[in-house]
């Protein structure tokens, strides 16, 4: 029925339908590290403890601070490698993915237990598949020995399927899909890629199979459920590349009809139905998707294959009205887009933007875009976000526009940061003005306590102690009434010796005798106490003068140090405050530069859709100059 | 409308398929133009911005971490440095509430835990749940736990410290273990220097 | 009318006006300290804090950092309270249930707490304020007070006394920039 022209031409429509409608399906954001952990009994450094502690809250900028200055504070010994790993996870989930490598090379610098290094080759052939280093990718994820932990192992497929097929090698990409019969969300994604790359280059039949595949999978969430239709739309072009409306038909039904894709589907509904020649039945999803907003190209498209679907009808009339119509919406469509280039380079643009892409209704970090972004579609028209959608089609605006936000959170921190300088200003003070207030006490009490002194000192007695204990001189240790009463034995003794010899000298020298012995008996009983009591005393004296030696050798030591340190730390505030001072207006200038950019990108896309809008009213006006022909011939007859 | 067979009509249906067919030709081509969604194409500008920010997010976090350590060293210089750790090691899962300390008979701290901060421990997670400053000598630590552990049974454990400051920095960890008994979770301590 | 009975009654008019008067003044005087608005300055952080909910389980306002937060402080005896409550409740269910609403009841009774909210069927959180340290830290001297919160924490507009008007909360949710 149909010319091979007509043939192929079908074949290029459908063919530019499904490149949009396909498209690979790789996650976009950086997903944060999933530490394969030691159970809890074997962290050893309470460091990392406290780092994982807000890591596993998603608190991930306080883990990564806590993280640097524990490194930098060498109070992680034990878990060095696996502390090089999160923080390049860290950095990773943040967007530096250049200090995120440098980390990941690092840990792979060193000996480093298996798990570790291959986890570390994964987040890099990760980061090298995402920058389009696709060699590097792949040597990377040869390195990797063993199975992954967790969900890393089927992101590791994923990404060595997604490799291969970037490199055009499907047939080995194929062979590993095989192989991968877990049946996780992740086989869905590779299966996707396969088919939309295995359809482009012509192997149709098996990228089809692999289509229906994710088309039929089962889905609980919205992710799911998107790429489900994501594989049904792109089934259904491919279908119709192929000259089969009638399962096309049935692959694009299974779309949503309340999805980001559907009006898409609609279209190629619409194309299945004219294809088979049922006009009729195509203008009912056209007519439909005719009554959405404008500004997308399916609605666009179906202006114009309304009419044709009414001049296959032969209603000739209809279709010249509907032309017309058509002109007319891509006219006010067209002025719309200029009004919006117009409002983009008078600037303020992004704050509307942004307005409405932060959104409180909006989860910003959903990875699936197509949930609140299909939203924001729905939303009521505002000046400039009506092409939103459009935009974040584009991946440089979003990058652009997730680093303009990141920026402003920056700011703000940085904000905060400056903010508290003044309170560690006054907190250098404090400890210096502490240190003077307490440095001439110190002096006094260094000066007061000759300690030298009072350890000769001290030494001289236990010498005299040793002497006395060696000489064993009792009455040394005599009270004084002791020594006054030995002494006067001494002198009876003295002169009892001098008296001349008899009885009574003898008498006399007796008692004498007895008396100097019981005294001497005493003193010696005594003398064992009282050398023990005098020992003790020493002991303490020596204790308190160590006690006291200690604690003029920490105050010296701290005497030495605070003026040095007070002054370190006066000279880190100062240095930290030229930081602030010189990154705040860095920052200001970087987000002014990306705001020139995500203006200059969607005045580029903004453009582009005119030029769409122009080539369409272009065609309407050629249709509506031939159903003229048409008319006046038939009429003139 | 009626089919009309005569023959100009039909030539004319058929220009009009040919013109569709060239309208659909137009509109392949034009959505071929428009730059797909996988595209990463980025300029030379863009990738200059894109450095600049990663430069300026690095040295943020630098300046961050510096501002955090000098803070740590002003207020808890080492000498005096004595930091409390909480950690959970159970073999079920104990939803633990609160937990106070009374370091010399002084209230230092009184921690409400959502179920957030729960799972971060129950994960191997360990909170820094006190730093203070303490003179060199004997002090006693008094920590209290409440929550509940399974079958909804309500716990209440307390345990006493007494731990020497010397002149460094001084790590006591408090941790919710049931290994011991394995009946229910105790408090287990551990000091570091 | 005895001319001297007037005059007094005039007399005594006028003493009681005086009274009056002196009493309005004192009044004054000690209440207009309180009318100054004492509220977290809109730029200012809001401080964090951690109470019980009527679940029974620990609330951190930081944890909800990442989303916006609408936090009303109330009590059971505070009539218009309960409007604003209303108009929080509707206007935050209508925007698809975030950002996200938090109530903080400074009543010493949480009975009560709960009964109110059983009876305006709230489904946001209500946490438990019995204490009113919370109420301390946010120096809360009017109720109802609702705050809008940003997604960094950050206080940005504050409506004390009278409750927010749902247009106007409605207007500033959708003007919240990061």
């Known amino acids: 029925m149909s010319s091979p022209l007509v043939r192929r031409c079908w074949a290029l429509l459908a063919g530019a339908w499904f490149a949009l409608a396909g498209g690979p399906a790789f996650a976009v954001r950086d997903e944060p590290p999933d530490p394969d952990l030691p159970p809890p009994s074997k962290i050893r450094d309470l460091d990392y403890g406290d780092v994982l502690f807000h890591f596993f809250q998603d608190d991930y900028f306080e883990a990564l601070v806590r993280l640097e200055v524990s490194h930098a504070l060498g109070r992680m010994p034990d878990h060095a490698a696996e502390a090089e790993l999160l923080a390049g996870g860290l950095y990773l989930s943040l967007g530096l993915h250049g200090e995120a490598t440098r980390r990941f090379e690092s840990v792979l610098a060193g000996p480093v237990p298996q798990s570790v290094s291959d986890r570390a080759h994964f987040y890099l052939a990760r980061i090298g598949f995402q920058r389009g280093y696709l060699e590097e990718a792949a040597r990377s994820l040869g390195r990797i020995r063993g199975p992954l932990p967790g969900s890393l192992e089927p992101e590791r497929r994923l990404l060595a399927a997604n490799v291969l097929m970037a490199q055009g090698r499907y047939g080995e990409a194929a062979q590993s899909l095989e192989r991968w019969t877990d049946g996780s969300d992740w086989t869905y994604y590779a299966r996707f890629n396969l088919g939309v790359a295995l359809v482009r280059t012509g192997e149709t039949a098996r990228g089809r199979q692999l289509l229906e595949s994710v088309g039929a999978m089962p889905v609980r969430t919205e992710e799911q459920r998107a790429l489900r239709d994501r594989a049904n739309l792109a089934l259904g072009f491919a279908l119709l590349q192929e000259r089969q409306p009638d399962p096309a038909a049935a692959a694009l039904a299974r779309v949503r009809l309340d999805g980001p894709f559907t009006n898409r589907a609609l279209l190629g509904l619409g194309w299945a139905e004219a294809d088979a020649a049922r006009p009729e039945r195509a203008l009912v999803p056209w007519l439909e998707l005719r009554e959405r907003p404008v500004l997308e190209a399916a609605v666009q498209e179906s202006l114009l294959a309304v009419p044709y679907a009414y001049a296959q009808l032969a209603a000739n009339g209809q279709a010249a009205d509907q032309y017309r119509h058509a002109v007319s919406a891509f006219a006010a469509e067209t002025a719309r887009l200029d009004e919006s280039i117009a409002a983009i380079r008078g600037g303020g643009f992004l704050e509307a933007v942004l307005a409405a892409a932060t959104d409180p209704a909006a989860k910003p970090d959903d990875a699936d875009q197509a949930g609140w972004l299909w939203q924001l579609k729905q939303a009521p028209d505002a000046p400039h976000t009506r092409y939103l959608y459009q935009l974040f089609a584009s991946h440089a605006f979003q990058e652009g526009l997730r680093n303009y936000r990141d920026l402003g959170i920056m700011q703000r921190n940085l904000e905060r940061r400056a903010g508290s300088i003044e309170a560690f200003h006054e907190m250098v003070a404090a400890r210096e003005s502490e240190s003077a207030r307490r440095a001439p006490r110190k002096a006094e009490m260094m000066a007061g306590t000759d300690l030298d002194s009072l350890e000769a000192r001290r030494a001289g007695l236990e010498a005299r102690v040793a002497e006395l204990v060696g000489a064993r001189d009792v009455t040394a240790l005599a009270t004084p009434e002791e020594a006054t009463q030995w002494r006067k034995l001494e002198v009876l003794v003295a002169r009892t010796a001098a008296l001349p010899p008899g009885t009574q000298r003898d008498a006399l020298a007796e008692r004498v005798r007895l008396l100097r012995g019981t005294l001497a008996w005493r003193l010696d009983a005594d003398y064992k106490l009282r050398l023990s009591r005098l020992r003790a005393s020493l002991a303490e004296t020596d204790a308190a003068l160590a006690e006291a030696r200690r604690r003029r050798a920490l105050v010296e030591q701290a005497g030495d140090l605070a003026p040095r340190s007070t002054e370190g730390f006066a000279e880190r505030v100062r240095g930290i405050e030229r930081r602030v001072e010189r990154l705040q207006p860095a920052i200001d200038a970087a987000a002014a530069a990306q705001e020139r950019l995500l203006a200059d990108i969607a005045v580029r896309e903004l453009e582009a859709q005119k030029a769409r809008l122009a080539s369409y009213a272009t065609q309407a006006q050629f249709a509506l100059a031939a159903l003229y022909d048409g008319a006046s011939a038939g009429g003139a007859r | 409308m009626h089919p009309n067979s005569s023959g100009d009509s039909r030539g004319a249906r058929g220009r009009l398929r040919r013109l569709a067919c060239v309208g659909a030709f137009l509109v392949a081509g034009c959505a071929l133009l428009t730059p797909s969604a996988g595209a990463t194409g980025s300029s030379p500008e863009a990738r200059t911005v894109d450095q600049d920010v990663q430069a300026l997010k690095k040295e943020l976090v630098d300046l961050n971490r510096d501002l955090f350590r000098l803070e740590e060293e002003l207020l808890y210089p080492a000498s005096t440095q004595v930091a409390v750790f909480l950690s959970v090691n159970l073999g079920t899962f104990f939803a633990l509430d609160s937990v106070q300390l009374k370091l010399d008979g002084k209230d230092v701290a009184n921690y409400l835990y959502t179920e957030r901060e729960v799972e971060a421990l129950h994960r191997g997670g360990v909170q820094k749940l006190y730093l203070g400053n303490l003179k060199a000598g004997e002090h006693e630590l008094v920590a209290v736990f409440t929550g509940k552990g399974p079958h909804d049974r309500d716990y209440r454990r307390g345990t006493t410290v007494r731990f020497e400051k010397a002149v460094g920095a001084k790590y006591v960890e408090l941790r919710i273990t049931d290994r011991e008994s394995s009946l229910q979770p105790e408090f287990a301590v551990r000091q570091w220097e | ?178």
């Not at chain 3, 309180?34 to 200012?44: D, E, T």
């Not at chain 3, 001297?141 to 809008?148: A, D, I, M, R, Y």
Request: negative net charge; charged residues 20%.
């Open chain 3, 1 to 178: 009318m005895d001319f001297r009975d007037h005059a007094a009654r005039a007399r005594l008019t006028a003493l009681m006006h005086t009274l009056a008067l002196a009493a309005a003044v004192l009044a004054g005087a000690l209440v207009f300290p309180l009318l100054a608005q004492a509220v977290p300055s809109s730029g200012a952080a809001a401080p964090d804090f951690v109470l019980k909910d009527l679940a029974g389980r620990n609330q951190r306002l930081s944890e909800f950092r990442g989303e916006a937060v609408v936090l009303t402080f109330w009590a059971s005896w505070c009539g218009p309270c309960r409007d604003a409550l209303e108009t929080v409740e509707t206007v935050v269910a209508a925007s698809g249930g975030a950002p996200a609403a938090l109530g903080v009841s400074l009543d010493h009774d949480p009975g009560r707490a709960g009964s109110i909210v059983a009876s305006l069927g709230l489904r946001h959180p209500t946490l438990l304020d019995a204490g009113q340290s919370v109420g301390r830290l946010y120096d809360v001297q009017h109720l109802p007070l609702t705050l809008l919160i940003d997604r960094e924490g950050v206080v940005r507009h504050a409506w004390a006394r009278e409750p927010v008007p749902a247009d106007v909360l409605t207007l500033k949710l959708k003007e919240l920039a990061p």
